[in-house]
Every structure is written in structure tokens, then in C-alpha cells.
Nanobody, 114 residues
């Protein structure tokens, strides 16, 4: 079992920055891929950024050049640095880990005002 807890969300003006954190506990040694997803009201959950099993990174086109994903070597902390935020980035952001068994955090709200 892996437990994921997100933090760092909030209200920010367009152009501002936020840094999301995800604390992982439990069987973190079993974690292969990790990533951030988001879900806006009335929309499907979508990938924002992730580490693949091989350790490379993928980003949604909409956030490339603005968001940066990072994590520690122990895979117990993962971050999402979000710069130049736009109103369309408003969503609940979720931490995700695993492939065969997928774990999710409870989510953290990010609201970007125009």
C-alpha cells in the first residue's frame, strides 16, 4: 500500500506561481511511475506531468515550459513547480503513483484568477 498526500494548492493571480508537494508513504519501494493529474469542473481528469518507469519526464502540451516536475531519490516526495499560471490551470490537482496498482491522493485545489 502507498499513501499519497498533496499540499500547496491555493488561490493565485494569473502569472503567479505555486509549488505543489506530494508526500508518499508506505511501500514506496514498489513505486515505478509517479505523476500529477488535474481535473477541472465538468472535465475529465488529465495528465499534467509524470515520471515514467525509466525516470524520464512527460508533460502535457498545455504546461510545457511553465511547469516542472521533480522528486527525491527515495520517491517519498514529489513536487510540481507551476509558473506563469493561467486561469485555465484552475483544477483539483492529484498525485498519482504506480502502474499495475494505481494510487491517488485526495487532491489539492488550485485556483487561478484572471
Amino acid at each position: 500500500q502507498v499513501q499519497l498526500v498533496e499540499s500547496g494548492g491555493g488561490l493565485v493571480q494569473a502569472g503567479g506561481s505555486l509549488r505543489l508537494s506530494c508526500a508518499a508513504s508506505g511501500s514506496t519501494f514498489s513505486i515505478s511511475s509517479m505523476g500529477w493529474y488535474r481535473q477541472a469542473p465538468g472535465k475529465q481528469r488529465e495528465l499534467v506531468a509524470r515520471f515514467t518507469r525509466g525516470g524520464s519526464t512527460d508533460y502535457a502540451d498545455s504546461v510545457k515550459g511553465r511547469f516542472t516536475i521533480s522528486r527525491n531519490n527515495a520517491k517519498t516526495m514529489m513536487y510540481l513547480q507551476m509558473n506563469n499560471l493561467k486561469p485555465e490551470d484552475t483544477a483539483v490537482y492529484y498525485c498519482n503513483a504506480g502502474e499495475i496498482t494505481v494510487y491517488w491522493g485526495q487532491g489539492t485545489q488550485v485556483t487561478v484568477s484572471s
